[in-house]
């Protein structure tokens, strides 16, 4: 069975501040690795995608990947009320023989920036 | 890029009607694309893997024969929610695959069957 874990929150953190959402999957042979946001009402939003272990930065966020301990996290620099949002972690798999792949999502931890 | 349209964003109907859903990438081709369903507070389901030219992949409990999916095309791919029920009101959202299995997801439907 293929697995996202996230931390439903939700997490508060003050306007300024650095929010840190965490992740972590079941599936060794998982190879693409996806942050999404998804506002109230909305559908989700491709944030970040990393590949390879390490830090990958694009502005305010930054994603880790650890292929070891099979965790991924988004850090959000400068956290503004406008990221309030829930935050989806999403891992790849392989559901046939024919290189079709599918992406298992967490529940979404919830971020609540306060002003 | 990676711009996904879907058509119409909200549409209420009668019991018992069937509605239909289209899902387009704009600027690039999709093999797959995929169907979820949110219901209020909860997490993202997936109904179904749609390749273009084959059969829908349907998930557990998702009947096959209610939700009708064709990708007659590398950009098109359509759901259709066949005599509507009450139940079957939700928030359906579709995504497109694109390079090294991202997905770009459509803006959503709202469905409200009365």
């Known amino acids: 069975q293929k697995e996202v874990e996230q931390n439903s929150g939700p997490l508060s953190v003050p306007e300024g501040a650095i929010a840190s959402l965490n992740c972590t999957y079941s599936d060794r042979g998982s190879q693409s690795f996806f942050w999404y946001r998804q506002y109230s009402g909305k559908s989700p939003e491709l944030i970040m995608s990393i590949y390879s272990n390490g830090d990958k930065e694009d502005g305010r966020f930054t994603a880790q990947l650890n292929k070891a301990s099979q965790y991924v996290s988004l850090l959000i620099r400068d956290s503004q009320p406008s990221d309030s949002a829930t935050y989806l972690c999403?891992?790849?798999?392989?559901?046939?023989?024919?290189?079709?792949?599918?992406?298992?999502f967490g529940k979404g931890t919830k971020l609540s920036v306060i002003p | 890029g990676a711009v996904v349209s879907q058509h119409p964003s909200w549409v209420i109907c009668k019991s018992g009607t069937s509605v239909k859903i289209e899902c387009r990438s704009l600027?690039?081709?999709?093999?797959?694309m995929f169907w979820y369903r949110q219901f209020p507070k909860q997490s993202l389901m997936l109904m179904a893997t749609?390749?273009?030219?084959?059969?829908?992949?349907?998930e557990q409990g998702v009947e096959k024969d209610k939700f009708l999916i064709n990708h007659a095309s590398l950009t098109l791919s359509t759901l259709t929610v066949t005599s509507a029920h009450p139940e079957d009101s939700s928030f359906y959202i579709c995504s497109a695959q694109g390079h090294r299995e991202t997905q770009y997801f459509g803006p959503g439907t709202r469905l409200l069957v009365l």
């Open positions: 749609s390749n273009e030219g084959s059969k829908a992949t349907y």
């Open positions: 999403a891992v790849n798999y392989r559901y046939s023989g024919a290189g079709s792949y599918q992406l298992t």
């Open positions: 600027d690039f081709q999709a093999t797959t």
